[in-house]
Nanobody, 118 residues
């Protein structure tokens, strides 16, 4: 049972990246999925969330209008499309899965580095 986050890299301000969160050993459709990030010297912060039951999405104010979370059930993957990236988006990004009515996450991915720099 594993979550694998990928797709990070180095991008210039204003650029885009798409992060992937792929599951092995379980089906992501049964879980609500969250994306989090942690910048150097800062605490981990929540970025985005997609519900299992109805696909409703939520975003932190800092990324609203720039990031989009989505599911691809056929690929057992959740994506985080990040557009108009800013230097302050630089962080390690993690995905996590939990049952919708829980508050604690059952599974965490290993993180993928996103660096926004000119």
């Amino acid at each position: 049972v594993q979550l694998q986050a990928s797709g990070g890299g180095l991008v210039q301000p204003g650029g885009s990246l798409r992060l992937s969160c792929a599951a092995s050993g379980f089906t992501l459709d049964y879980y609500a999925i969250g994306w989090f990030r942690q910048a150097p010297g800062k605490e981990r912060e929540w970025v985005s969330f997609i519900r299992r039951s109805d696909g409703i999405t939520y975003y932190a104010d800092s990324v609203k209008g720039r990031f989009t979370i989505s599911r691809d059930s056929a690929k057992n993957t959740v994506y985080l499309q990040m557009d108009n990236l800013k230097v302050e988006d630089t962080a390690i990004y993690y995905c996590a899965a939990r049952f919708e009515l829980q508050t604690e996450y059952n599974y965490w991915g290993q993180g993928t580095q996103v660096t926004v720099s000119s």
